[in-house]
């Protein structure tokens, strides 16, 4: 599967699913970005089990805002609609690919009650 442009609109039914999304917050102006759009574009092709969303920061700033995003490229992953990595800065190819391997391994049962003990 290719990626999908994601807007305040698509957003929380993709990143809401069950399973693993990535998302890559960039911007037209940003070069780093650009550089990076063909490591993830080969990556969604490579994974087609998961969901890649690209958000333009500049015409999605809501999102942008919502997640803090100061720097850019950023790259997220969210599993089982739970937020396990996010980053700024440009990955490569093997970067990216170790991340995916990371986030596929992780037992969710052990993040969320992480998670709830952190929350108390």
């Not at 089990?49 to 805002?65: C, M, P």
């Not at 396990?84 to 052990?110: K, R, W």
């Amino acid at each position: 599967m290719a990626t999908v442009e994601l807007t305040t609109a698509n957003f929380d039914e993709v990143t809401g699913r069950d399973g693993i999304v990535l998302l890559d917050f960039w911007a037209d102006w940003c070069g780093p970005c650009k550089r990076f759009a063909p490591v993830y574009e080969r990556s969604s092709e490579k994974h087609p089990e998961i969901s890649f969303g690209k958000v333009d920061t500049e015409a999605q700033q809501e999102l942008a805002a919502k997640f803090n995003i100061s720097s850019i490229p950023t790259i997220m992953a969210i599993r089982d609609g739970v937020i396990v990595f996010a980053q700024p800065g440009a990955l490569p190819e093997s970067a990216l690919e170790n991340l995916i391997e990371q986030v596929e391994a992780l037992d969710m049962d052990d993040v969320r009650k992480k998670l709830a003990e952190h929350n108390h």
